[in-house]
Every structure is written in C-alpha cells, then in structure tokens.
C-alpha cells in the first residue's frame, strides 16, 4: 500500500488560510469518506483534528475543516495561528482493510 | 481522562524479538479498539496494526503481516504488540493508539511512544 501524496511543506502568515491536499486511489480516499487528519508538533505524539473527512472532534477549534473531491482530501485551516505550526498527516482507510497514511505536511507560520 | 503509556522498547539486533506493552486508563477499555503507529526517526507516520475490543479481530500492514502480532488482555486493560524477525526498517517510535468512533479508524488518543532500535 503506497503512502498518499501531500505536499512537503506549506506556509502562511498569521490570519491567513491555508490548504493541505491528500491524494490517494479509488481504493482509499476515493472510495471511502474515511479521512481522518492529524497535526504533531514537533517531538510529540499526534492528535486527531478531523475525521469521517469533514468531522471536528470534541475540542479542536472550527478553524480546522476538511472535504474532499474525488481520490483528494483537503484540510483547511483559516485564522493561521503561531500555535498551529507542526507537521500534518491525513490518513485513510483502504479496500484491504488497512490504514494508510500520508507521507506528512510541514507547516510553517511565517 | 485518557491515558496510554507504552513500554518495552529499546536495542535489538536483526532477527531478533521484542515485545511492547501499552497500558491504558480512563476508559472502558473493553470497548474499544485499539492500534499501533510507528514512526522511523525524522519520517512520516506508518500505520501497523489494530484489533477489535473483544481481540477477535485483528488487521495488520503488509509490512509487518507474519512478524507482528497484535493482542490484549482487557483484564490488564493492556494491549501487546508481539515483534518477532525484526529488520533495521523496524527501527521508529512505535505509539500505541485508541480508535475513536467513526468510520475508517481513527485514533483519539495517542501515548507518548516508545522507541525501538533494531541495530547490531
């Protein structure tokens, strides 16, 4: 199972709105809405932003959204804050019944 | 609240076997899930292993599937990962992980990780 396709690296300046792409297959992101994000900082575990690709968990803050179109999955975050500076994953499930992961986005808040 | 501390990591040399724990608290543990995320030293994260709440089900990587064995005891509210055969690719922090509800298996909680080297 290959890893799906984000960009290395995204910057943005505090207020502004960034987007991170997550491209896959029709047997992951395309075929399922099970698109879940995460962010970690650096050096600590990761925690889950969005799920079901347009889901917030209890607690994170609304100016993180998801979609997706077709075999790519977007995450959004509006209000660029210094806090939100840390690297981002999406994951999807697969038709194998496995989990896949991106290969990670790093955002920088200039 | 949420807790997961993983154990068991440390120095292995290829081929050989090492066992991590994760022991949980602040949840039924029963209920839920659970799974095992590793990540190599300055790589993405790779997803490895999950089972059912009741351990009748188990899912694994292609890249660990006859090596690695996924189990729990949900009276110890523990859950294992068995590493047999391992290569110098094994070698990540591996975080043990609660599914959250929700389609597709996604993780809520996460521990702090434990490292594990495979190096001679």
């Known amino acids: 199972q290959s890893a799906l396709t984000q960009p290395a690296s995204v910057s943005g300046s505090p207020g502004q709105s960034i987007t991170v792409s997550c491209t896959g297959t029709s047997s992951d992101v395309g075929g399922y809405n099970y698109v879940s994000w995460y962010q970690q900082p650096p050096g600590k575990a990761p925690k889950l932003m969005i799920y079901e690709v347009s889901n917030r968990p209890s607690g994170v803050s609304n100016r993180f959204s998801g979609s997706k179109s077709g075999n790519t999955a977007s995450l959004t975050i509006s209000g660029l804050q210094a806090e939100d500076e840390a690297d981002y994953y999406c994951?999807?499930?697969?038709?194998?019944?496995?989990?896949?992961f991106g290969g990670g986005t790093k955002l920088t808040v200039l | 609240e949420v807790q997961l501390l993983e154990s068991g990591g440390g120095l292995v040399q290829p081929g050989g076997s090492l066992r991590l724990s994760c022991a949980a608290s602040?949840?039924?543990?029963?209920?839920?899930?659970m799974g095992w995320v590793r990540q190599a030293p300055g790589k993405g994260l790779e997803w490895v292993s999950i089972?059912?709440?009741?351990?009748?089900?188990?899912y694994y990587a292609d890249s660990v599937k006859g090596r690695f064995t996924i189990s729990r005891d949900n009276s110890e509210n523990t859950v294992y990962l068995q590493m047999n055969s391992l290569r110098a690719e094994d070698t990540a922090v591996y975080y043990c992980?609660?599914?959250?509800?929700?389609?597709?298996?996604?993780?809520?909680?996460w521990g702090q990780g434990t490292l594990v080297t495979v190096s001679s």
């Open positions: 602040g949840f039924t543990f029963s209920t839920y899930p």
């Open positions: 089972l059912t709440g009741d351990g009748g089900a188990t």
């Open positions: 994951s999807s499930y697969t038709s194998s019944t496995t989990l896949v």
């Open positions: 992980a609660k599914r959250a509800p929700g389609g597709g298996w996604p993780y809520d909680s």
